[in-house]
């Protein structure tokens, strides 16, 4: 149960009405005079939290692909912003293109290798720092597991699972992500865990095994 | 169906922001030993963190905004070729066309010459307007893609 109590999450990222009235400013500036060094900071405002939306879609076996992927979503925004209508937060539209571009990306990507397989080499490679090499092992074949279950989730609960779990996002931060109400959120969160706790006693796992 | 426990979605928020009381601690360790739902939800929980977060998230690089403006210069590059290249296809289009029907023209004008049936002539020419378009096109097209590199 110690698991459960962590360190507050930091709202470092959670959106403010400062920050968009910045943006409004900016993308107005860049509007008028097309000037790259404009688009340039605000790609670099975005670019953290672009590119773990992205790796949240795609999964943290496809890392070097994130990269491509984060660097069209900006392509695609600049191609884009002159129809930007400012009908919704500039960054909650950056947050739709990102998640759309890693969707189609993951889907093509499946499409062209549908089977990846969680193997224990590209496990060994995510997991590194035990020390003891047995402990090591079963640690890293039970973490492959999970992740392999996690494969099998449907897509807004992995990227739920994984914004919440491996970005360690607040519910609020992933909420401005997906655009989805809070609580809406938590019930993604919930019905996440409940089908990865399905799929992982269809691979035998017992309660026993990690009740705390 | 199974039902949904509100209670740990409602701790769990509570306990990410440290706000949990040492009297509400006891209170939800009961709750969990009793709730089914919950102990399912704490289980897989705890297997997640352990998962997901034994994982380093990767940085970005530093020069990321500048490679996408390099990105951005390709991408507006490919797209000048493109335009241009549209404007030759259109151009080799109309170029087969002219010498197709300057050869079509020419065969109708000798045949009527030579005073054939009107019947024949339009039997002939039917498929040789298709195939002379259709050469000339090639020939056009293959003439292009030696001279593309010239003219870019």
Redesign the interface.
């Known amino acids: 149960m110690s698991a459960l109590w962590q360190e507050p999450r930091s709202d470092r990222n959670a959106l403010s009405a400062e920050e968009g009235a910045e943006d409004s400013a900016l993308i107005q500036k860049y509007l008028e005079s097309r000037d790259e060094i404009l688009f340039k900071a605000l790609v670099e405002r975005y670019q953290e939290r672009v590119f773990r939306l992205v790796l949240s879609v795609l999964g943290p076996y496809a890392q070097a692909e994130a990269q491509d992927v984060a660097q069209d979503v900006f392509v695609r925004v600049y191609r884009q912003l002159p129809n930007f209508r400012g009908e919704c937060a500039f960054v909650t539209w950056v947050y739709r293109i990102a998640y759309n571009q890693a969707l189609t990306h993951k889907q093509r990507a499946r499409a062209r290798m549908p089977h990846v397989p969680i193997d224990a080499p590209a496990a060994q490679a995510l997991f590194a720092g035990e020390a003891d090499p047995y402990v090591h092992a079963a640690q890293t074949e039970r973490r492959a597991q999970v992740l392999a279950c996690m494969e099998r989730l449907p897509e807004v609960y992995r990227t739920t699972l994984n914004l919440f779990y491996w970005m360690e996002r607040s519910v609020e931060e992933i909420s401005a992500y997906l655009g989805a109400p809070a609580g809406t959120v938590k019930s993604y969160l919930h019905r996440g865990r409940q089908k990865l706790y399905e799929e992982l006693k269809k691979q035998g796992w017992r309660d026993e095994d990690g009740l705390p | 169906m ?1 039902t ?1 426990c509100p209670e ?2 409602r ?3 509570k ?4 706000h949990l009381p040492q009297e509400e601690l006891s209170h939800w ?1 009961a709750h ?1 030993s009793a709730c089914r ?1 919950c ?17 380093a ?2 940085e ?2 530093q020069n ?6 390099t ?2 210069a390709e ?1 507006r590059t490919t797209n000048a070729i493109a335009r241009r290249r549209r404007a030759w296809l259109y151009l080799y289009w109309i170029a087969a066309l002219a010498a197709s029907i300057n050869v079509v023209g020419g065969i109708t004008l000798t045949m009527w010459n030579l005073q054939f049936n009107h019947l024949a002539i339009l039997l002939t020419l039917v498929p040789l307007s298709f195939f002379a378009l259709s050469y000339a096109e090639r020939i056009f097209a293959r003439l292009l893609r030696y001279f593309a590199p010239l003219l870019r």
Not at chain 2, 15 to 18: A, K, M, S, T, V
Not at chain 2, 64 to 69: D, K, N, Q, T, Y
């Open positions: 199974k949904a740990f979605e701790r769990n928020a306990l990410q922001h440290g360790q969990v739902d102990r399912e939800q704490l289980l897989v929980h705890e297997k997640l963190q352990n998962a997901l977060a034994a994982i998230v990767p970005l690089p990321f905004s500048g490679l996408v403006l990105r951005l991408a």
